[in-house]
């Protein structure tokens, strides 16, 4: 069956820093790869899209890789801050979207 | 861009009982999508909310239990019947941008917890 893997554990950075999510997946071949923020007791707000066909995208701080050998995607967030400090999740979408479990950030001051 | 009202934002129930969560979407929209959200868990799509005809309820979610209905292309309900204690979760209401690029927009969320 489909799978999305994202760290389980929560990611602590420095601010300043570069923070690095990793989503991972297995048994899926989707056409696009997205993420998202979600702040508690939010709904999931849209970040940004990757075709299968884009190795990198970016967004002001943040950029996207998109490996289709690996399966992998990386999201980065540079020059860190506090209020970057929420879950990120990983979707793969072709007909339908699928959500991965999503990575808690804490940008430490 | 979609702006999407849901409520109720929260609600606590007695088992057995059913609750139903409205969604309302700022433009039409072809595609509706129900979800929820356990406790340190992902979203799972629970149906896609048709116009004019029934919705198509994923593996696991049945209409019986959640049943849904999309009258207009501006509105959805997702009811949670005879519930139980395991259907506490969050559920969210999504559409798909309206201009083709995937991105999906999310309602806040329904806070579910049953008693």
């Known amino acids: 069956s489909q799978k999305i893997e994202q760290n389980s554990e929560a990611l602590n950075i420095q601010e300043g820093k570069t923070a690095t999510l990793t989503c991972n997946y297995t048994?899926?071949?989707?056409?696009?790869l997205q993420w998202y923020r979600q702040d508690p007791g939010r709904g999931p707000v849209f970040l940004l899209l990757?075709?299968?066909?884009?190795k990198e995208k970016r967004k002001e701080r943040l950029k996207v890789t998109f490996d289709t050998t690996l399966k992998q995607s990386l999201f980065h967030i540079t020059a860190s801050q506090p209020a970057d400090s929420a879950t990120y999740l990983c979707?793969?979408?072709?007909?339908?979207?699928?959500f991965g479990k999503g990575t808690r950030l804490h940008i430490l001051p | 861009s979609a702006v999407i009202s849901q409520k109720p934002s929260r609600d606590i129930c007695q088992r057995g009982t059913s609750l139903t969560i409205q969604c309302q979407v700022d433009?039409?929209?072809?595609?509706m999508f129900w979800y929820r959200q356990q406790p340190g868990q992902s979203l799972t799509l629970i149906a896609t909310?048709?116009?004019?005809?029934?919705?198509?309820?994923e593996s696991g979610f049945v209409i019986d239990k959640f049943p849904i209905s999309r009258p207009n292309l501006t509105f959805s309900t997702l009811t949670v019947s005879n519930m139980s204690p395991e259907d506490s979760s969050i559920y969210l209401c999504?559409?798909?941008?309206?201009?083709?690029?995937?991105?999906?927009?999310f309602g806040q969320g329904t806070r579910l917890t049953v008693v």
């Open positions: 999504s559409v798909e941008d309206i201009w083709g690029n995937t991105e999906a927009f």
């Open positions: 048994n899926y071949s989707p056409a696009y």
């Open positions: 990757i075709r299968e066909n884009e």
């Open positions: 979707a793969l979408g072709d007909d339908k979207i699928i």
């Open positions: 433009s039409q929209v072809t595609m």
């Open positions: 909310a048709n116009q004019g005809s029934e919705a198509t309820y």
